[in-house]
């Protein structure tokens, strides 16, 4: 090795740290993560558990020493030092920093607690001297060794080791292997710093380690770079720098190259080895497709859905001409064959278990097999291998982050068959994301907080064999429910009438920082010209930071496209519209007066006439709010001023909405947990008026006190009314729908709101 100059020694320590560390994981891999049975005739004692114990054991015990030892005497070092006020200190230490070429000079302290000048720390290195005498030059050699070590990282070379300290404290080699990096980091320190010094230097410079070795040997400190060492090290130092021949790099450059590809190449094997096996195991872990070599079965068939109404009509205890003829026909020959060939049939099931997809064995109840078979029959048009992970006796149940929003209701049964109505919703990530779900009967598309759902409401039949369960039927549950109310048989599913929210065509978006705009459903995306801290600046902290464009401060149609945003300090209320899809954007103040807005809310009836409410002076859960408007497609705005104020002196709760339906009518809510507080103006906000919306014999109608603005659905418009708790577009809603534009309202249902 003493071919090779002290810092190409240190790039083989490290390499071959390495190795030892490649080594270790072989051995491990195959003797203790492996099951290992020695035969000592009393019965087999397993290897594996004990050594992986006593390995983790000593890895902790070994890292808890050292952690403590190096905090033990951080902690005593720092508290007893002080900054050097000595001028020709700092002088010393700037001009060896200098001469080093170290550009970060770490802090220079005296200390009472060491006993030797080192540099302490890893992310804010401190240099640290005893409290005893030095000369000018004496100090010039130990700063220039320590600036040295400073900018040669060496104390992260140090801690690279005491991590191997941890994971190899059983290898006697690796202490060698420590020793011989932890001598190399201070000759080649040396080495750095009487390279092209004078003779003269160099003397002085031995003459100093000398005088440093008469003084005895010095106690290693914990992770950092000291100037005194042990006397061995101390000596392989006056050898280095007495040492004046000259040494070619090359050998030992090319040495530390060859074994570094040796390296890498040895580390891809390994990360390869690694990613194959990690392959292998996540194969291994992959159900098969229980689907493949089965069939579908019945399935929106009018035969499917009229058996579903004839079992739910046996169970009314009502019968068709023909199911009773083939009633009679059963109390004729069905005994015999249920007491043969059918009980041998359940029989065989039993001990077989359940087997392909369209089985279930060991359902808790005839509902929960309903489900769990229709789930299956969704995965199989969706992701087969997603439904394959259900396990045929339900034991793991089903993978929920991917269905939500159940209902399941007996509607029939009978000893053999039973018939369920079943509705469900399953996450879509795009709106080409699984086709073929899409297109199956009974299947909705709807949002819920801006997420793509399809809706699933079928009649499900099932057959009952032990406790097997099987699929023997699909319909879809609207057909099925009118079948049975044509033929006066009562089935009530129980479920809330399901309102869709159709997400509309054209929309907004931000996405890593960039607002943007689409006019076709998506397909294509134009960015906004709107900078990302203008269009969240907002004056009301309370209401949170926002991350994008607002909900409700934009317009996104052919005719007209225009974003609100500011009101604060810094940013006054603005709006940026577009009236060629994108093609050219304008911009227009609309006011410098409120910079505390919490809300925008804004809307285009048509192209010209737009109206913005914002929301300021937030206190407590109480604000204001003020209505401008514009008649030149939003070159101009002006304040309207208003005739009637909404609530006390034009304080209120919160809003939570606003919406213009033509340039004269408009509506405002406002949150509220005594009534519902809708309000609407049929003169373009001059004049508010509290909307009066009737009765209703819903459960609980009288905790159905919050409002939201409505919405226009073909020719009459929908106000849905929630529970304070519940969210505008989630949850169970009272349902309002008007003809005349919210002049005059009328109940129609409880819903359920997706």
Same mark, same amino acid.
Request: glycine fraction near 8%; proline fraction near 3%; aromatic fraction near 10%.
């Given at each position: 090795?003493?071919?090779?100059?002290?810092?190409?020694?240190?790039?083989?320590?490290?390499?071959?740290?390495?190795?030892?560390?490649?080594?270790?994981?072989?051995?491990?891999?195959?003797?203790?993560?492996?099951?290992?049975?020695?035969?000592?005739?009393?019965?087999?004692?397993?290897?594996?558990?004990?050594?992986?114990?006593i390995w983790v054991l000593g890895v902790l015990v070994m890292g808890i020493r050292q952690l403590a030892s190096y905090q033990h005497f951080r902690k005593k070092a720092l508290e007893r030092m002080y900054p050097v006020q000595a001028s020709w200190m700092q002088?010393?230490?700037?001009?060896?920093?200098?001469?080093?070429?170290?550009?970060?000079?770490?802090?220079?302290?005296?200390?009472?607690?060491?006993?030797?000048?080192?540099?302490?720390?890893?992310?804010?290195?401190?240099?640290?001297?005893?409290?005893?005498?030095?000369?000018?030059?004496?100090?010039?050699?130990?700063?220039?060794?320590?600036?040295?070590?400073?900018?040669?990282?060496?104390?992260?070379?140090?801690?690279?080791?005491?991590?191997?300290?941890?994971?190899?404290?059983?290898?006697?080699?690796?202490?060698?292997?420590?020793?011989?990096?932890?001598?190399?980091?201070?000759?080649?320190?040396?080495?750095?710093?009487?390279?092209?010094?004078?003779?003269?230097?160099?003397?002085?410079?031995?003459?100093?380690?000398?005088?440093?070795?008469?003084?005895?040997?010095?106690?290693e400190l914990p992770y950092s770079a000291y100037f005194y060492n042990s006397k061995a090290v101390m000596k392989a130092r006056l050898a280095v720098i007495e040492d004046t021949r000259e040494r070619s790099g090359i050998p030992g450059a090319a040495v530390c190259?060859?074994?570094?590809?040796?390296?890498?190449?040895?580390?891809?094997?390994?990360?390869?080895?690694?990613?194959?096996?990690?392959?292998?195991?996540?194969?291994?872990?992959?159900?098969?497709?229980?689907?493949?070599?089965?069939?579908?079965?019945?399935?929106?068939?009018?035969?499917?859905?009229?058996?579903?109404?004839?079992?739910?009509?046996?169970?009314?205890?009502?019968?068709?001409?023909?199911?009773?003829?083939?009633?009679?026909?059963?109390?004729?020959?069905?005994?015999?064959?249920?007491?043969?060939?059918?009980?041998?049939?359940?029989?065989?099931?039993?001990?077989?278990?359940?087997?392909?997809?369209?089985?279930?064995?060991?359902?808790?109840?005839?509902?929960?097999?309903?489900?769990?078979?229709?789930?299956?029959?969704?995965?199989?048009?969706?992701?087969?291998?997603?439904? +394959?992970?259900?396990?045929?006796?339900?034991?793991?149940?089903?993978?929920?982050?991917?269905?939500?929003?159940?209902?399941?209701?007996?509607?029939?049964?009978?000893?053999?068959?039973?018939?369920?109505?079943?509705?469900?919703?399953?996450?879509?990530?795009?709106?080409?994301?699984?086709?073929?779900?899409?297109?199956?009967?009974?299947?909705?598309?709807?949002?819920?907080?801006?997420?793509?759902?399809?809706?699933?409401?079928?009649a499900v039949r099932i057959s009952k064999t032990g406790n097997i369960s099987e699929l023997t039927g699909i319909a879809e549950l609207e057909k099925v429910l009118a079948g049975c109310e044509a033929a006066g048989i009562p089935a009530d599913t129980g479920f809330?009438?399901?309102?869709?929210?159709?997400?509309?065509?054209?929309?907004?978006?931000?996405?890593?920082?960039?607002?943007?705009?689409?006019?076709?459903?998506?397909?294509?995306?134009?960015?906004?010209?709107?900078?990302?801290?203008?269009?969240?600046?907002?004056?009301?902290?309370?209401?949170?930071?926002?991350?994008?464009?607002?909900?409700?401060?934009?317009?996104?149609?052919?005719?007209?496209?225009?974003?609100?945003?500011?009101?604060?300090?810094?940013?006054?209320?603005?709006?940026?519209?577009?009236?060629?899809?994108?093609?050219?954007?304008?911009?227009?103040?609309?006011?410098?007066?409120?910079?505390?807005?919490?809300?925008?809310?804004?809307?285009?009836?048509?192209?010209?006439?737009?109206?913005?409410?914002?929301?300021?002076?937030?206190?407590?859960?109480?604000?204001?709010?003020?209505?401008?408007?514009?008649?030149?497609?939003?070159?101009?705005?002006?304040?309207?001023?208003?005739?009637?104020?909404?609530?006390?002196?034009?304080?209120?709760?919160?809003?939570?909405?606003?919406?213009?339906?033509?340039?004269?009518?408009?509506?405002?809510?406002?949150?509220?947990?005594?009534?519902?507080?809708?309000?609407?103006?049929?003169?373009?906000?001059?004049?508010?008026?509290?909307?009066?919306?009737?009765?209703?014999?819903?459960?609980?109608?009288?905790?159905?006190?919050?409002?939201?603005?409505?919405?226009?659905?073909?020719?009459?418009?929908?106000?849905?009314?929630?529970?304070?708790?519940? +969210?505008?577009?989630?949850?169970?809603?009272?349902?309002?729908? +008007?003809?005349?534009?919210?002049?005059?309202?009328?109940?129609?249902?409880?819903?359920?709101?997706?």
């Amino acid at each position: 090795m003493k071919m090779l100059q002290a810092k190409h020694r240190k790039v083989l320590w490290v390499l071959l740290l390495l190795w030892m560390l490649y080594l270790h994981k072989w051995f491990f891999d195959r003797f203790i993560y492996m099951d290992i049975s020695i035969d000592v005739r009393m019965g087999f004692y397993m290897v594996k558990p004990l050594l992986l114990v006593i390995w983790v054991l000593g890895v902790l015990v070994m890292g808890i020493r050292q952690l403590a030892s190096y905090q033990h005497f951080r902690k005593k070092a720092l508290e007893r030092m002080y900054p050097v006020q000595a001028s020709w200190m700092q002088s010393a230490c700037q001009q060896a920093a200098e001469e080093a070429g170290c550009t970060d000079v770490p802090p220079l302290y005296q200390s009472s607690a060491v006993s030797t000048p080192l540099v302490l720390g890893f992310a804010a290195p401190v240099m640290l001297v005893p409290e005893q005498e030095y000369t000018w030059a004496e100090l010039h050699m130990v700063f220039l060794h320590e600036c040295t070590h400073v900018r040669k990282k060496d104390l992260w070379y140090k801690l690279l080791f005491a991590a191997g300290t941890c994971l190899l404290w059983f290898q006697p080699l690796f202490y060698l292997l420590k020793a011989a990096a932890f001598r190399d980091v201070e000759v080649a320190c040396d080495q750095s710093v009487i390279e092209g010094k004078a003779e003269a230097d160099r003397r002085a410079y031995a003459d100093f380690l000398l005088e440093s070795l008469r003084k005895g040997k010095r106690k290693e400190l914990p992770y950092s770079a000291y100037f005194y060492n042990s006397k061995a090290v101390m000596k392989a130092r006056l050898a280095v720098i007495e040492d004046t021949r000259e040494r070619s790099g090359i050998p030992g450059a090319a040495v530390c190259l060859i074994l570094s590809a040796v390296t890498v190449v040895m580390a891809a094997d390994y990360v390869n080895e690694w990613r194959q096996r990690a392959q292998a195991e996540y194969e291994a872990s992959q159900p098969q497709n229980i689907y493949e070599g089965y069939g579908l079965p019945d399935n929106f068939t009018e035969e499917s859905g009229q058996q579903m109404i004839e079992i739910i009509a046996q169970s009314q205890g009502a019968q068709t001409m023909d199911s009773a003829d083939e009633g009679d026909s059963g109390e004729a020959n069905g005994e015999d064959i249920r007491s043969s060939s059918q009980d041998a049939g359940e029989e065989e099931a039993r001990d077989a278990g359940a087997s392909g997809p369209w089985q279930v064995e060991n359902a808790q109840s005839t509902e929960q097999a309903a489900f769990a078979l229709a789930y299956r029959f969704v995965m199989y048009f969706g992701d087969q291998e997603l439904g +394959s992970r259900m396990n045929s006796d339900l034991a793991d149940g089903i993978d929920w982050a991917w269905i939500d929003g159940r209902d399941i209701a007996l509607l029939g049964e009978n000893e053999k068959e039973a018939v369920c109505a079943v509705r469900f919703r399953y996450l879509t990530m795009d709106k080409d994301d699984v086709p073929e779900v899409r297109a199956l009967p009974g299947v909705q598309r709807g949002y819920d907080d801006g997420t793509e759902y399809l809706y699933v409401e079928w009649a499900v039949r099932i057959s009952k064999t032990g406790n097997i369960s099987e699929l023997t039927g699909i319909a879809e549950l609207e057909k099925v429910l009118a079948g049975c109310e044509a033929a006066g048989i009562p089935a009530d599913t129980g479920f809330q009438e399901l309102d869709l929210w159709n997400q509309p065509v054209c929309r907004a978006r931000t996405r890593d920082g960039v607002t943007e705009a689409t006019w076709d459903d998506g397909e294509t995306w134009k960015e906004v010209p709107i900078e990302l801290e203008a269009l969240t600046a907002r004056g009301d902290q309370l209401d949170g930071a926002l991350t994008g464009v607002q909900e409700k401060s934009y317009v996104v149609s052919e005719e007209m496209t225009a974003f609100a945003y500011g009101g604060s300090p810094e940013v006054p209320v603005t709006v940026t519209w577009s009236k060629d899809q994108g093609e050219t954007w304008m911009t227009s103040v609309v006011t410098y007066e409120y910079p505390d807005v919490r809300r925008l809310f804004l809307s285009f009836p048509d192209a010209e006439h737009g109206f913005l409410v914002l929301t300021a002076g937030r206190a407590m859960r109480q604000e204001g709010d003020i209505l401008y408007r514009t008649e030149n497609g939003g070159v101009t705005w002006t304040k309207v001023e208003r005739e009637t104020a909404l609530g006390a002196g034009g304080s209120h709760s919160l809003l939570t909405g606003s919406e213009f339906m033509t340039p004269e009518v408009g509506f405002i809510s406002i949150q509220s947990s005594q009534r519902p507080l809708l309000y609407r103006t049929e003169d373009g906000g001059v004049n508010w008026k509290l909307c009066a919306l009737p009765g209703s014999d819903a459960e609980n109608a009288e905790y159905y006190t919050m409002a939201y603005v409505p919405e226009q659905k073909e020719d009459r418009l929908c106000v849905y009314l929630s529970m304070e708790e519940y +969210s505008e577009m989630g949850g169970v809603k009272l349902r309002y729908e +008007s003809q005349d534009l919210g002049a005059t309202w009328n109940y129609t249902g409880e819903v359920l709101r997706k």
